[in-house]
């Protein structure tokens, strides 16, 4: 076990929770007062007992110094003990994301022209085959379409290394671009490769679905990121906000994409090399859109004369509103996860219950409902068995005593 001496964040901080230590080290904390320590000394332990030194590490970089609790300069720190196992923590594939605003010069002409610019870095713990800027808008807790929202930036590495980017918002409205629309912002985004040439993309995004110009702007952090996608930074019009970060990105869609607009902006790796992903991502686009019933058969000892005619499925990426058109509301929602490379094809089915709170991960940590769907042109077929009977069913019926329900969709026309 290796024990030593950490700076740690102010009391009431959520990152440590400080411990006595001996007076002559306390006696030392006014040298670190602005610094939090977040992180652990690596390496193996020592062979007998080495004086302890203090440790200082930021939210982010593994040796940036940060300022005090919730980044206010001149926060008052304190020494206490740091106890790790042998065994450090397994790293992240992103081991740090920093985003953040560019404060403009005295004769920058940016704030006259409404253009908003945002600068930041991501340190990756290995390389990768390839890599796509990924955008996607929700509104009013809904995920909203958007024209191209995944663009390949050309960008590969064979080790661990360090992307860095630039990013530029303007209002079309105040300067008219080329090829602009009035009622648009234009997004442009600048990507470093490690070998250090650089990419571009440029996306223009009606404001009827998010006025980019109108947005606060709040970053991820390396908590947010998986093996695969790393979520940037993420814009939100009208309102409430959070603080200058969030843990995940499913938290940011289950709790702050309810009252307004916004728009998430990651990194997607090696998107191509996962045949099912590819497929599933496939398979979700030709599925979009609105449904309605034409007819739900279940099992005939439970069968209800003429139940569900006529309901609206509004399908969403991942998300399903139920909606009954002779109350013009929603009446339920499910999230649902598809594999198309399967036969036949499978579907997992959680009740959505972001609406009273709950997360997304939370919910997904529960059992789903089990099913099978077809894709067939504009006809949709879904076949389903009960919760408690933890079973897939292997074909499209609904035979007595097997409690399976069928249910076919047509999609609604224009």
């Known amino acids: ?148 929202p995944a663009d390949e930036l050309g960008a590969n590495a064979d080790t661990a290394c360090t992307l860095r980017y630039g990013v530029q918002v303007v209002d079309l409205d105040h300067l008219p671009l080329g090829g602009g629309k009035k009622n648009h912002c234009r997004m442009r985004f600048v990507l470093r490769h490690p070998d250090g040439a650089t990419s571009s993309l440029e996306r223009d995004v009606p404001k009827s679905l998010i006025d980019l110009s109108q947005c606060s702007n709040m970053r991820f952090t390396e908590r947010a990121a998986t093996n695969d996608e790393v979520p940037l930074f993420w814009l939100k019009q009208g309102g ?45 686009k030709s599925s979009e859109g609105n449904w309605v019933v034409e007819s739900l058969l279940r099992d005939p000892r439970e069968k209800h004369e003429g139940e569900g005619k006529g309901l609206r499925l509004v399908i969403r990426g991942e998300k399903v509103v139920v909606e009954d058109p002779a109350e013009g509301k929603p009446i339920g929602g499910l999230i649902i996860k598809s594999d198309p490379t399967r036969t036949p094809r499978t579907l997992d089915a959680w009740s959505d219950e972001t609406a009273f709170g709950k997360s997304i991960e939370d919910i997904l940590k529960e ?20 919760l408690e009977k933890r079973e897939r069913p292997t074909e499209f019926a609904s035979k007595p005593g097997s409690g399976h329900s069928l249910l076919v969709l047509k999609r609604e026309k224009p």
């Open 240 to 284: 409430t906000v959070p603080g200058p970060d969030v843990p995940t990105r499913d938290l940011v869609i289950s709790k702050w994409a309810k009252d307004g607009a916004i728009l998430i902006v990651s990194f997607r790796f090696n998107a191509d090399d996962d045949p099912k992903d590819n497929a599933s991502r496939k398979e979700r």
């Open 1 to 148: 076990m290796r024990v030593v001496a950490t700076l740690v964040a102010p009391l009431g901080s959520r990152d440590w929770r400080a411990a006595e230590c001996p007076r002559g080290l306390a006696q030392q904390a006014p040298r670190f007062g602005p610094f939090v320590a977040l992180a652990h000394r690596r390496g193996a332990p020592p062979s007998g007992r080495a004086p302890a030194r203090p440790a200082v590490r930021g939210t982010g970089g593994p040796h940036e110094r940060t300022t005090g609790s919730g980044g206010v300069p001149g926060g008052r720190g304190r020494i206490g003990w740091a106890r790790w196992s042998d065994s450090p923590p397994p790293e992240r594939f992103a081991r740090y994301v920093e985003h953040g605003a560019v404060e403009p010069a005295l004769n920058d002409l940016a704030p006259v022209l409404h253009i908003e610019q945002y600068r930041g870095r991501v340190e990756l713990t290995s390389g990768f085959r390839s890599c796509k800027l990924v955008l996607a808008a929700y509104k009013d807790g809904m995920p909203v379409d958007l024209p191209d």
């Open 367 to 386: 059992p789903p409902v089990l099913g099978i769907y077809e894709l067939d042109g504009d006809t949709l077929r879904v076949c389903w068995a009960p």
